[in-house]
């Protein structure tokens, strides 16, 4: 038995499966396009297809996979016109929501990003790509739900399976893990500023950081 399979939970084995296909997605082990083997990957796990057929069921579902009849399933390709896109109305939307955040007198208001931030700071500190992935993203769906708007929370859970990829694909352009928390540092440094001209201005230049990167590197 491999050492991944030994960590592997044997109840709920096909979730157990998907969490370890998830975090090799997100932490960059696999490339856009890259096909994934159920007998393959059942022989390296020392399990049965079934649970790596309801995993790749699951990611399919997220967006990360995607299901070719008959011929298996690869990791999801994000192309540059759908990032594009999500890039556009993500930076119309995301300014937004920090006027609506920060419209609310809550003097505790932005303790939540607080919290993402110290635990993307930790993520950084031992380079778990996975975990950071996931974190960039919950910190700007923390935003979203700070809003207290439903109309921009639906919103945002409509991008959710095309944010996944583009935050995925972040990762080649950063030099480390640190330089994702230093980002969202200099981020939450302007959303308590009091000044909400700036706080609006940092959010749509943070949204856009990457953008002249990550198209020209899609097909």
Do not use: C
Not at 19 to 37: E, Q, S
């Amino acid at each position: 038995m491999t050492e991944a399979s030994r960590q592997l939970d044997f109840q709920g084995l096909g979730g157990t499966v998907a969490n370890h296909l998830r975090d090799a997605i997100l932490a960059g082990k696999y490339t856009d396009g890259d096909r994934i083997v159920e007998r393959e990957l059942a022989e390296s796990l020392g399990i049965s297809r079934g649970p790596v057929r309801d995993a790749l069921k699951q990611l399919s579902v997220e967006g990360l996979v995607t299901l070719i009849a008959r011929r298996g399933a690869r990791i999801a390709t994000l192309t540059q016109r759908d990032a594009a896109q999500t890039i556009e109305v993500r930076e119309a939307l995301e300014p937004v929501a920090v006027r609506f955040m920060l419209s609310r007198t809550d003097p505790d208001l932005l303790r939540p990003l607080e919290a993402v931030l110290q635990e993307i700071r930790e993520a950084s500190r031992v380079g778990d790509w996975s975990a950071l992935v996931t974190l960039d993203m919950r910190f700007h769906e923390t935003i979203f739900q700070l809003a207290d708007s439903p109309i921009l929370l639906r919103t945002w859970e409509t991008l959710r399976v095309p944010l996944l990829q583009t935050f995925r694909m972040h990762r080649q352009f950063y030099e480390s893990g640190q330089q994702v928390f230093r980002s969202h540092r200099l981020l939450l440094d302007e959303l308590q500023s009091g000044d909400l001209a700036r706080a609006e201005a940092a959010s749509r230049a943070h949204v856009v950081d990457l953008r002249e990167l990550l198209l020209p590197s899609l097909k």
